[in-house]
């Protein structure tokens, strides 16, 4: 693992505004954290519900902005950028796995993931079929490259999620419990898949997860607990 800092976030706090009747409270997400994500690293975000873990996801990645502090990517302050340098950005160096999968329900699974590629223009229609067919068949997909969204299972449309999310061959990967819908049998190829992109083509990941056993096998773990770094581990 490179000691160079792909994601970093400082000092990053994050406010929330609830109405309540006419009166308008402050809740208060994320209070000070900071902490660096190093280029190759593999990481589990870890916690208790409510604690912050998917806001600070959001943030990293560009989905939400903090109240105060800065977050950085690449060098890149994106806490800073406006939207649209926000979706180009993310385009290019991103891939998110939401816990709620968002495929397009017109289009099939092979449609679903060619689509990032498509518009970036990276690869060609032939290309970007070519690699979207792979990526489906690593997920043990290979069988339902034209059903649409409403015939596949939950665990099927989030493995297609997660092809969806790999199709631009992002540096870094952020994944909202990628494993929360999957039976055992799916969410161990999701383990394989991200180990595997670990240690073969380097890439970042960070994910979060409910689930021990992922955590166990990733190279690090980041327990937050009311919103601040309780733990900072690594495993290997």
Excluded: C, W
């Excluded at 034209?146 to 493995?159: D, E, F, T, V």
């Excluded at 092809?163 to 799916?186: F, H, Y």
């Excluded at 955590?215 to 770094?229: F, N, S, V, W, Y």
């Amino acid at each position: 693992m490179n000691d160079e800092a792909i994601i970093r976030v400082e000092h990053v706090r994050k406010e929330l505004a609830i109405k309540n009747g006419g009166e308008e409270i402050v809740s208060v997400i994320l209070p000070d954290i900071s902490f660096d994500i190093k280029r190759g690293d593999f990481a589990a975000i870890t916690g208790p519900s409510g604690s912050g873990k998917t806001t600070l996801l959001y943030l990293m990645g560009g989905l939400d902005r903090p109240t105060s502090g800065s977050v950085f990517l690449d060098g890149q302050e994106i806490s800073a950028l406006t939207e649209e340098e926000l979706a180009e950005m993310r385009n290019r160096k991103l891939g998110f796995v939401y816990q709620f999968h968002f495929l397009l329900p017109e289009f099939n699974a092979l449609e679903n993931v060619m689509m990032p590629m498509l518009a970036r223009g990276r690869f060609s229609m032939s290309e970007a079929r070519t690699r979207a067919a792979e990526l489906l068949s690593r997920l043990g997909l290979s069988d339902k490259l034209h059903n649409k969204p409403n015939q596949l299972s939950g665990g099927q449309q989030q493995r297609v999620a997660i092809a969806r999310a790999l199709a631009n061959n992002p540096g870094v990967l952020l994944a909202d419990e990628p494993t929360g819908n999957l039976d055992s049998k799916s969410a161990e190829t999701i383990y394989r898949l991200f180990s595997e992109l670990n240690s073969e083509s380097g890439q970042t990941i960070v994910v979060v997860t409910h689930d021990e056993h992922f955590a166990a096998e990733t190279k690090r773990i980041l327990h937050i607990l009311d919103g601040q770094l309780s733990i900072d581990r690594t495993l290997r």
